[in-house]
Each structure stands twice: as C-alpha cells, then as structure tokens.
C-alpha cells in the first residue's frame, strides 16, 4: 500500500490535466446541492434566531371576526406583558377620490412590539402611529402619488401620513397580504369605523414571557384551554410555520434537481477518469511490464482520483457554503428574509457524502478496465479499447448506489416523493442510455449514404469509442429537465394570465354591511347598468365536532380534513351554487325553516366519512351550534367565484353578526368608475382589483420560477461539462481523422462541415428525447398533480428546445477549431 501511494503521489507531479473533467463536473454538482442545503440553512436559521421578532412575542393567539373576553384577556395577561393588534383589508384613498388602493390595515397598542423595534425612512415626521398619525409601506404613497405630511382616507377617518415603513418586525409572521401596510393606533383605528360585528378581521394578542419559560409547552396548555373558544396558537419556535413549511418544500424539490445535476456530472466523472486513464496507457502498461498486478495498478490510480476528487468536492463545499452570502447580496430584497453568511455543517456533509459516493460509483468501473490492459497494449494504444471492469467492483458499486438512493430518502421530508423523483430520474437514465445504444446500432445499420461528408458524420456517431449513449444521456436530462420546467411554467403562466381573466369578474368586494347590500348594488348599477353582481353572506366558523367526537380528541386528525383546520369561510344559501354539483344526499328547499343542515365539500367529507344525516358541531363567533349533513358536494374551484366548503341551510345563521362578499364584473371601461363610487359611498368595503392580484402572483411565480431553473441551470451546465470533456476525450482520434483527410485533399470547410452534421444530428437526437419526455412529465405533473388544465405555450418550449441544440451544436463545433488547425506534417510526428 505504501507503494501505491508513493507512486501515485509521484505520477501526479505531472500535473492534473488529464483530470480537469473529473473536477469540474465534481464542483458543479457538489456545489449545487450545498449551495441550495445551504440558503435553505440560512433562511430557517434566520427564521429561528429572530422567532420572538417574527412573531411578535414569545406565544402569539388569534382568533377571527372578534376580540377576546374579559376573562380570555385576563388568562392571557397572567402569564407576562401583553399587546394586542388587529388586522384587515381596507381601502385607502387620496382626499380627492382621484386614485385608491387596497391596503393591510394594522391597529396597535401602546406595547407593540413587545420584540424588534419599528424602523422608519429617514425624514419621518413621528417615531410611529399615534392618534390620527399613520406610518405606511413607501410602495401605498407610490401608488397613491402621496408623500409624508399629506392625509389620506381609510374608512371614516383621515389619517396623516408621519413616516414610511423601513422594516415592520413581525410583518413576515403574518403571512401573505394583497396590499401594502398601513400601521395605526388603537384611537386610529377606531375612527375608521371598520372593525364591525360581521367585518373580516383578525385579532392577535402577543405574551412576552418573563424569564427563561417553555413557550412551546405553555402555547400547547393555552391551545387545549382556548381550542373551543376558535383561538390559534403559535410560539417563538414555530414562527412562520407557512414559510417554514414553503422553504422546506422548496427546498427539498431543489435538492432532488441538484441530485439529477450529480448524477449528470458523473457521467463527466465516469468520461473524464476514462479519457485520463486513456492517456495514461503507456505509463500503465510500463508498470505492469515490471511486474505490478492490477490491484496495485488500482489502487496507485484510485489514490489519484480520491486525492482529486476530495479537492474537487472541497471547492465545491466552498462555494456552495457561500451562496446565502451571494443570493442575499443579489436578491436579499425579494426574500422574506434575508439569509447571512454562517457554516452549516449538515448540509455540507450531506453534499460531500453525496459527491465522494458519484466520484466513486462512477470511477470504480474505468479504474478495473484500466487494471486489465495487457502489456502488448502499449503497441496498440490506437486499435485496443479497454477491456471489461472486474467483476469484483460490481459490489463497491451498488453500495455506492445504494448509499446515493438512501441518503436522498432518508434525509426527506417526504421520503415517497424522493424515492419516487430519484425512481423516475433511474428510469430516464436507463431509457437515454438503451435509446443512445440504439442510436448508435441504427447509424451503424444504415445504408452509406453518397455524400462524404454526411457519411463520415453518421461514422462518428458509431465508431469505436463513439460516447453518443453517454452524451444522449447527459445532455438528454438536463434537457429534458428544462423542458419539463418550461412545460411546467407556461401552464402555470397560461392559467394565471389567460384562463383567470376570462372567468374571473372585475372586482371582489369584501366587508358589505348586510344593511347596505341593497344601496351596493344600486350604486355599482347607476355606474355600469351591464354589471354583473353575485353577492353571498360571509360568517368565520370552525368545526368542533363530528359525530359527537370533538376535534381536539381527534389524534390524529384525518388527513385532507382541512375544513377541521381552524377558521374556515361559512355561509347560508337558499340554492344550490353555481359550479357545484350534488353528489349524495339532498338540497334543503328554498323557504326551509327547519333544524340546522349543512352541504359539505366532497374531499372534506371524503377525509371524514360524512354521510347525509351525520351530526356536527360548529362554532360561529364563540357560539356553538349543531347541524346535520344534508349532502355532499362537487366544487368546481376554478369558477373564480365564491366557493365554500360549508354552506348552511336558511334560517341558521341569518341572526348572527355578518357582512356580504360580492363579485362584480363589468366592462373594464367602467372600472374608475364604479372603483370611485364604492369608495366614496362605503368606506367600510374593499374593493380588490383582480388584475392587480393576478398580477402579484405572477411576480411571485416569477421569483419561484428563477430559483429553480438557477438550480435546474447546474444539471445542463453538468452536460455542457460531459459534451466538452467527450470532445476533448476524442481530440486524438479526431486529429488522426483530420490529418487523414488533409492529406486526400479535403479542406478545413469540409472538415468543420462534416463534425457541424454530426453534432447536429446528435443535437436533433437529444431535442426531441427531451421534447417527448420532458413534456410528459410536464403534463403529468400539471394535470395530475396541480389539477391544472393543458395550456402549454409551445413557441416557449421549442425555444426552449433550439437553446439547447443549438449550444449542443456550437459548443461542439468551438471543441473542434483545435483539430482544424493542427498541421499534418506537426500532427503526424506526434501520433
């Protein structure tokens, strides 16, 4: 041993050349799934050591549509300092009516926040919100062409603007919102007369726990006491559990893309350590000459690439340990929060296991041919290929496989859909690889073809050492992954930009006061007379109990139960809504005036077993009542319109405190129009603009799409790296080929000619494997998965497509300028 490492030692002071591939291909893939394991890191750690601001306090309760108690306020106020916040929708509108924009309206106390502090743009005229002073997002007095000083009317009251919003501290914690912020005092927020019985707001109260206390363990006891009472409980160490859960999600997705990069640059591994060894022929076949067995010659040339690839995988690790620092300096704007520079060792341990395990899968079987060439070899370097592996590496192999396979299922969050991704990945690998060998057999079996040119072209895909199965495959799955993506986000893009507008109405009004609905819609008709208006109660309830077993005993709860899952939108109708279907059970008549009954959702029941007449428990503002199930229903979701989950029969509801939701659609000519006219006549309603929320989640679909196609971008840079590393594997046969057909008379033209049709007509090979399977993978996971309508933009994928053959195609013609130049008297001497 001590001699194989000596001599191997030794062989590498002739520098690394030879295994520039193994390195990059290496780098690149190590450094994707560290980089991603990393941000990843980054964003949950930043999440973690700014909980309590996040969050606001130590244990935060919300509740829907009230406040808390007496009793409740003072259950929370024994455990430490408490602060109370409100929040909802509201419009917010210059003094002359001219332009308005829906907002997120937060009323605080004098002890908010009880964590962090309210920053605010230099040149404020107040520390914060304080009586009929507000703060606001710079993006509202954008829109509303506003600056600090000037007021402005939400609701009943008009507010003046003191200061812009820097940073909010628990902004994040609250989720998503459909409008920029507007901070207000108590005494503010009463004075727009929004918060009504019926309004659509929710009430959060914060607890700063003296001390080192258990949050977790006390925000558990508050949930078991407050549960009946609709009250939703977190605590500092499940903050943002939605964007927790989002970014773990996310994520583990980029991971498995950064995986398929792995497994792609293996390939490169596998093609560079061949070409390496290919080189080192005259050096093996001395050593076996003097009497080295081939063990030792394996192990002298497994130490060099160990040695290498460690190194490989360092940088790698280096890199990709600084892409929170990279992605915050770039994009840390765009993120909830921005992620800092800091050593995460679990995902860079991960990723040095997973790049050291590919070095050695797919190295194992180029080092034992390299161990079986026989001395004679050296004479015949040109014509003998090397033999087949050992059968002894066989199991080495399949551990290291089997190591990848585990390691990627075992550190999931969702271990079935790793194994399925990394199944299907297996599959593809497997169909490019039988397709590329088949290619190969169908260029060997065709007629020569008349041209010269084009018959040495179609020669090159066959010829001995030929690595068309090889570049099929690399090029192949990063390929097909673009094009699934782009399959993926044009469907995505087409149901967001076209199928939304056309079903989807103008505007949705929340917070109508149930004595206005009447004056509502005579204001938005005085308006636009061709509007159409659908308006429907709007209560917030939640399920206590099914069939007598209350929710809180239920361990756990039934999964795609989410109507069990807190507040939920409830309303009454005396029909049947439009988009929904009876499945079982019977619709109450229109002047039903009997028990309560209650329509359920198909996949709600579903997850709970309902059946017609089965009996449930609902609390509506604090108030429990109970209703049987009088059927079971089909929602088509897609109408764009209101859908519930729940929906009670007249005669249950009516008596409590509610307000109407309304769509409304209309000519888009009369959307000022009617805009100003609601605002000035209900200053209670928000009125939600539809393009503008479309939109918002274009931008944010946007941003998702970038970051995976940065990630996906590391699987085709792999195959760049295995296309470059096959020509370079190549270069000698190709520069005999060249010599050749210089000296028959064939000029530089040609030559190119004939290398531009061969990799065209492997380019053309690669695109439409990749069309065909990236596609059906796209429309598998769009109608399948996503449940969404087929609405592929093809001009995209086939640009798509053309990107690639083209790069195919010119990367391979830039490898091949080198051989065009070569000298045939220069070139002969050194073969």
């Known amino acids: 041993m001590n001699v194989s490492w000596a001599l191997a030692l030794r062989d590498m002071r002739g520098g690394l050349k030879g295994l520039r591939l193994l390195i990059i291909c290496l780098f690149l893939g190590v450094t994707g799934l560290a980089g991603v394991g990393s941000l990843g890191q980054a964003i949950t750690a930043e999440l973690d050591a700014r909980g309590r601001e996040i969050l606001g306090g130590d244990i935060e309760l919300r509740v829907s549509q009230r406040d808390a108690t007496e009793t409740e306020r003072a259950a929370f106020a024994q455990y430490g300092a408490l602060s109370r916040s409100i929040r909802l929708r509201a419009m917010a509108s210059r003094l002359d009516a001219q332009a308005s924009v829906l907002a997120e309206l937060k009323g605080v106390d004098a002890g908010w926040p009880l964590y962090g502090r309210l920053t605010l743009v230099p040149g404020a005229l107040g520390k914060g919100p304080a009586g009929l002073d507000a703060v606001v997002a710079p993006a509202l007095v954008e829109r509303l062409s506003l600056r600090v000083g000037d007021r402005m009317k939400v609701g009943e009251a008009q507010l003046r603007i003191v200061g ?15 409008g920029p912020s507007i901070l207000v005092s108590r005494e503010g927020l009463e004075a727009t007369g929004l918060v009504q019985p019926g309004s659509l707001y929710t009430t959060r109260y914060r607890i700063r726990l003296p001390g080192d206390q258990d949050a977790h363990a006390l925000a558990l006891k508050l949930e078991d006491r407050f549960y009946d009472a609709n009250w939703e409980v977190s605590d500092r160490t499940n903050a943002a559990r939605g964007l927790r859960r989002f970014v773990d999600q996310l994520g583990q997705f980029l991971t498995l893309v950064g995986l398929t990069a792995l497994i792609v640059a293996g390939i490169g591994v596998g093609n560079g350590v061949a070409s390496w060894l290919d080189q080192r022929r005259p050096a093996i076949a001395t050593l076996k000459i003097l009497g080295a067995s081939a063990q030792t010659i394996f192990r002298i040339y497994l130490i060099q690439v160990a040695i290498v690839a460690g190194g490989a995988v360092l940088a790698g690790l280096a890199m990709g340990a600084a892409v929170p620092a990279i992605v915050g300096w770039v994009a840390g ?15 860079l341990a991960i990723s040095a296991v997973y790049g050291l395990l590919a070095a050695l899968l797919f190295s194992l079987a180029p080092l034992s041919r390299a161990g079986q060439i026989s001395p004679a070899a050296i004479f015949r370097a040109r014509v003998e290929p090397f033999g087949m592996p050992h059968w002894t590496v066989l199991l080495p192999m399949a551990l290291a496989a089997l190591g990848i396979a585990g390691l990627a299922i075992g550190t999931a969050r969702q271990p079935l859909l790793s194994a399925g991704f990394l199944g299907g990945t297996v599959v ?5 690889g039988g397709i590329g060998r088949l290619v190969k057999r169908v260029a060997r079996a065709l007629p020569r073809p008349r041209r010269p040119l084009l018959r040495l072209a179609i020669a090159n895909l066959h010829r001995p050492a030929a690595q068309t199965d090889r570049l099929i495959i690399a090029l192949g799955l990063g390929l097909t992954l673009f094009v699934m993506l782009a399959v993926l986000q044009t469907n995505l893009a087409n149901q967001i930009e076209r199928t939304v507008p056309a079903t989807a109405p103008n505007f949705f009004a929340l917070d109508v006061p149930t004595d206005d609905i009447g004056r509502f819609r005579e204001t938005i008709l005085a308006q636009a007379p061709e509007a159409r208006i659908n308006n429907v109660p709007s209560l917030r309830g939640s399920v206590v109990a099914v069939r007598g077993i209350r929710v809180t005993d239920m361990k756990p709860v039934p999964k795609g139960a989410w109507i069990l899952n807190g507040d939920r939108s409830i309303t009454y109708a005396a029909t049947l809504p439009e988009g929904n279907e009876l499945l079982s059970g019977q619709w109450w008549p229109a002047d039903y005036a009997g028990p309560p009954l209650v329509s359920i959702e198909e996949q709600a029941a579903k997850a709970l077993d309902l059946k017609p007449g089965d009996a449930m428990t609902f609390s509506v503002l604090g108030v429990e009542m109970e209703a049987r199930v009088a059927s079971i229903r089909r929602v088509n979701w ?9 929906i009670f029969a007249p005669g249950s509801l009516e008596g409590a405190p509610h307000s109407y939701m309304a769509t409304i659609a209309l000519p888009d000519p009369r959307e000022a129009a009617v805009n100003k006219a609601v605002i000035g006549g209900f200053p209670s309603v928000s009125l939600i603009r539809v393009k ?14 970038t970051a995976i196609r940065a990630a996906a971008s590391v699987t085709l840079a792999a195959g760049i790296a295995v296309l470059v590393g096959a020509i370079a594997a190549s270069r000698r046969a190709r520069l005999y080929d060249a010599v050749l057909l210089k000296l028959l008379g064939a000029s530089r033209r040609q030559i190119l000619l004939a290398q531009a049709i061969e990799y065209a007509l492997l380019a053309l090979v690669v695109a439409a494997l990749a069309l065909a399977a990236g596609t059906a993978a796209g429309w598998y996971v769009a109608t399948q998965i996503f449940d969404l309508k087929w609405a592929t933009d093809w001009p995209t994928v086939f640009a798509t497509l053309a990107i690639g053959a083209i790069g195919t195609l010119g990367i391979g013609l830039i490898g091949s300028l080198p051989v065009l130049a070569a000298r045939p008297a220069a070139a002969l001497r050194s073969l």
């Open 164 to 178: 812009l919003i820097a940073d909010e501290p628990d902004r994040v914690g609250e989720g998503f919102t459909l």
């Open 333 to 347: 704007d765009a993120l909830p929060v921005a992620p800092k520079f800091a050593i995460f060792p679990q995902p």
């Open 692 to 705: 503008d929320v479309v939109g918002q989640i274009s931008t944010i679909f946007g941003q998702l799409s």
């Open 638 to 646: 897609e109408t764009m319109g209101f859908n519930f989950g729940i």
């Open 428 to 432: 593809i690998f497997l169909l490019l």
